[in-house]
C-alpha cells in the first residue's frame, strides 16, 4: 500500500503548488512586462504602446504614465521650438534688417548675412568685434548715455546713428534693443535689430524742405521765415538786424490784365532781383501772395537800412518786359530795426506791414521805418472802427447834400451826397475821420449801402415835392468790386422806387484801375439801369484818353488839386484847359470841384467847364435846407453877369444814352 501512502502525502501539497505555480506564472509575465517597458523606455520609445502599458502591474503604469506625459511635453516643445528655429531661419535669410547679438562687453556674438548688405560686412568679420567702434564718433557719447539710461530703467531702446561701412562711409541705421539681465542684475548681453533709414531720411529731408520752400519762386516760405527769425531775434541783442515787408504796387492789375502766368513771371522776376543783392547769411522769403520779407542781419542803424531799402526799390523798379508787355514795377517796403530778442516774431511782421501801408497811403514806391507813431495811428483806427460799428448799430449816421451848380447859371443842378457821423455828445464828424478806416475795414460796403439808400430817399422826396434833382452818391472801391454790388444797387431801388436817372454814382480812377474790367463790367451793368455815372478824382491816378472812350461814363469830375490856387494858376493854365479838353473830346460833362473864390469860378467857366461845386455856392446841407434851396431855386452867390435863363442849364435828366 506504497501508493496510498504516497497519495496521502501529495494530496494536500497539489494545492498549494497550484497557488504557487500560478504565482509565480504571473510574476514571470510582470518581469517580462517590465523588461519590454524598460526596453522601450532605455530606446526612448515614448509613448509606450497600449498594449505594453496595458500589461504592465498598476503600480507601475502611474510611473510609466508619468514618463509618458513627460515625453509627450518633451515632444511638444521640441516641435514649438523647431518652427521658432525654422522661422527664424526663415527672418534671417529674408529681411533686410540686421540681427545682432552682442555679450555684456559689447562684443559681437552674432550677425545676421544682411549685414553684408547694408554695411559690405560679412558676419564673420564683425563677430569678436567691439559693435560701437563702428559708430561715429560724433554720436557716440548720446549712444553709450542712451544705453546705461535704458539698461537701469530695463526698457528697450531706439536709436538711431550713423555706421561705418566697410568702404568707409557712413550709413545711417535706426537700432531697436533690448537687453538680457544676468542673476545678479546686470545686461549679460543685448539683442537688436537694425534697420537702413537712408531712404527715409532723404524724403523726410524733401518734405522738409517742400514744406519750407516756396514752390513758385524756391525762396524759403512763411514757416522757414518763422525759423530765420526765431534764429535772429535770439541774438539781437549782441547783432542786430533788420526786417524789410514789401510787395509789389498794383500787383493785382497785372495779374488780371495779364493772366496768372504773367503775374507768376512777375513774382520771380522779382524774387531774382533782391536774391542778388543778399549777403552770405541774409534770408529772402516769400510770405504769399506778392508780399515778400527780407532779413539782414548785422544792421543795427536807420540809415543802413534805408540805404538797403533803396537798392531794393531801385532793383525791383527796373523796366520788366512780360509776356508782350513792359511793366514798370514798383515796390512799397515796411523797415523794422531789431535788436530785441523778447519781441514775438509776428509782432515783427506786424510792425512792419503797418509800415507798408504807411508807405502805400503816400502814394508808393516808398520805404518807412516802423515808429510808434503806427501804433498811435493802429489804436486810433481801432477806436474809429468800434464807434463806427456803434453809429451803424445806433442809427447815428447822417447824409448832408451839397449842391452843384450850372457854371454859367449859377442854379444848383444836382447835389452830392456826403455821410457824417454823428458822436455821442451830439457833434458831426467829417467823412475823412472815418472812411478811410471803413474802406480798411470793410464797413465801407455797409455805410455806401445806407448812403444809397439814403440818398434815393431823398430824391424821391424832392420828385415828389415837385424839386427833382440828381443826387450823386460815391461808390467806394470795395463796394464797386463786390460781388453783389449790382444786385444790392438793384433792392435799393425796389425798395425806394426811385428812378435810377436821379441817381448819379461816382467812382475814382483808383477803383477802376484796380481791377478794369471787372469794374468795367460792372459799370455797364449800371448804366443798362439807367444810372449816370461820373469819374471822380480825375487826372489823379493812371487813367487814359482811350480808357475813358471804352468806359461807360457820363461825367468827368476834375480834382480839387488842380483847381486849388488857380487865381495864381500855380498848374498853369493849359492844365486845366488840357483836362476840361480831354473830357469834352470824348463827350463828357465835366464839373470841378473845390471853388472857393469868384475867380477860380470865373476861370473855370471861360474854359468851358460846365458844372461847379465848392464852398463858393453851397456848403453840405441837411435834407431838409436842401429842399428849400431848391424850392427858392437860387444860389446864395450869383453876379450879375452869369445871371442867364434856367433854359441854358446843364440838364442831367435827358434820356440815357
Known sequence: MPWLLWFALVVPVVPVLAIVLVRWSRRVREVR??????????????????????????????????????????????IALAGKLERYAFMELHTEDILMQVDGRGIVTYVSPAVHTHLGYCPQELCGQRVLELLHP?????????????????????????????????????????????????????????????????????????????????????????ESLQHLRAGSHERPFVLFLFDLDRFKQVNDSLGHAAGDSYLV?????????????????????????????????????RSIASRIIDAVSQPYSCHGALLHPKTSIGIVLCNDPALPSDE???????????????????????NESHIHSLRQDFTVEQLLSQALQQDRLVLHFQPIVDAKTKQPVLAEALVRMRAEDGSLLGPGTFIDVAEKTGQIVQVGQWVLEQACRQARRLEEAGTPTAISVNVSPRQLLHVNFVRSVETVLEHTGVSPSSIMLEVTESAVMEDVQKAKATLNHLRTLGFRLALDDFGTGYSSISMLKTLPFHVLKIDRSFVRDSEGMALGPSTLGAIIDIGKSVHLTIIAEGIETEAQAMHLECLGCDLLQGFRFFRPMEAQAHAEVLRQGRAPLLTAASAQPIANQVSLFEPVG
Open 269 to 305: 522776376e522779382t524774387a531774382n532781383r533782391v536774391r542778388a543783392m543778399l549777403r552770405p547769411g541774409d534770408t529772402l522769403a516769400r510770405m504769399g501772395g506778392d508780399e515778400f520779407v527780407a532779413l539782414f542781419e548785422g544792421i543795427g542803424s536807420e540809415g543802413a537800412a
Open 348 to 370: 515783427l511782421i506786424s510792425r512792419a506791414d503797418r509800415a507798408m501801408y504807411t508807405a502805400k497811403r503816400q502814394g508808393g514806391n516808398l520805404a518807412i521805418v516802423y
Open 33 to 78: 512586462a517590465l523588461d519590454r517597458a524598460l526596453s522601450h523606455l532605455s530606446e526612448f520609445r515614448l509613448p509606450l504602446p497600449d498594449a505594453v502599458k496595458d500589461a504592465l502591474p498598476p503600480a507601475l503604469r502611474q510611473l510609466v504614465q508619468g514618463y509618458d506625459d513627460m515625453f509627450a511635453e518633451m515632444r511638444r516643445r521640441e
Open 138 to 226: 560724433d554720436e557716440l557719447p548720446t549712444w553709450i548715455e542712451a544705453l546705461k539710461a535704458s539698461a537701469r530703467a530695463h526698457k528697450g531702446a531706439l536709436l538711431e546713428g550713423r555706421w561705418r561701412s566697410k568702404d568707409g562711409r557712413y550709413v545711417a541705421l535706426e537700432m531697436s534693443m533690448r537687453h538680457a539681465y544676468g542673476l545678479n542684475g546686470t545686461v549679460a548681453g543685448t539683442i537688436s535689430m537694425a534697420r537702413n533709414v537712408e531712404a527715409r531720411n532723404e524724403l523726410r529731408e524733401r518734405l522738409t524742405r517742400a514744406a519750407h520752400t516756396d514752390q513758385l519762386t524756391g525762396l524759403p516760405n512763411r514757416a522757414a521765415l518763422v
